[in-house]
């Protein structure tokens, strides 16, 4: 009886979320126009729905990574960090922290690789560093499945025509992740693909895509631990190119 109340709380909370969305999109301007009733009605509301029940499920998981962080690489145990969402509004990124504060000699933080210890390796390797962003698609900052959320510091750098990402709410997963992850060998690549899914916004391409990214996470394939470790960074590579321009 209890679980039954649990599923209609749920339901009820992705309804009123999905309809307040779809009233606050109203008059607003917006480069991306919705391909269909899934995208325009649907998509909000059941991504509300997917994360409030994962929210719960995973509570006992959440609990136990929590604890463990603080144990081994102390607090705060959420990190956040700026990330360009939709139609490029920042907003707060939450994970579990993965790295420790270790500095060097002149009291400047070391390198990733440094800080980046055995048990962090394993947050990023298994996503479990990734659940706290559950509390970002319920507040409406992300969506389950879309464009991975990169660094504010890349804004500048991209093209006019992959600023079209930001179209569509950033997500936990997304087409270009689950088409090499992070193994992907060129920012080119990955905007491709991010550019495919918000040109085809779909919900049988949203269950293709967590389909995917399930068996991935299970197999632990494509997997490359920190987010730029083969592509590296997006403002770099293309200063670059700048610079190497004739």
């Known amino acids: ?33 919705p391909y269909g009733p899934y995208e325009r009605f649907v998509k909000r509301g059941l991504d509300a729905f997917l994360a409030t029940g994962a929210l719960i499920v995973f509570s006992p998981i959440l609990l136990i990574t929590a604890i463990t962080v603080r144990i081994k690489l102390g607090s705060p145990i959420i990190f956040t960090q700026e990330r360009p969402g939709k139609n ?15 500095k060097d000699e002149n009291g400047k933080l070391c390198s990733d690789d440094v800080r980046l210890t055995k048990f962090g390796r394993f947050l990023r390797s298994t996503s479990l560093d990734e659940l706290p962003e559950l509390l ?7 969506a389950v499945v879309g464009p991975r959320p990169l660094l504010t510091d890349y804004l500048p750098y991209y093209t006019k025509e992959e600023h079209h990402r930001h179209d569509v709410r950033p997500g936990l997963t997304g087409w270009a992740q689950v088409n090499g992850r992070n193994a992907i060998h060129s920012w080119e690549e990955r905007f491709k693909y991010d550019l495919d899914y918000v040109n085809h916004v779909s919900l049988a391409m949203d269950i293709k895509v967590l389909f995917i990214t399930v068996f991935k996470v299970l197999k632990r394939s494509d997997i490359q631990v920190g987010s730029e470790i083969v592509v590296g960074r997006l403002d770099v590579a293309r200063r670059e190119d700048k610079n190497t321009e004739v």
């Open 1 to 33: 009886m209890i679980f039954i109340w649990i599923i209609i709380g749920i339901i009820t909370i992705a309804t009123v979320v999905g309809l307040v969305s779809i009233i606050a999109d109203i008059g607003k301007k917006s480069n991306h126009k």
């Open 88 to 102: 490029e509004k920042i907003f707060k990124l939450y994970k579990f922290r993965s790295m420790t504060d270790e």
């Open 136 to 142: 970002n698609i319920i507040k409406g900052d992300m």
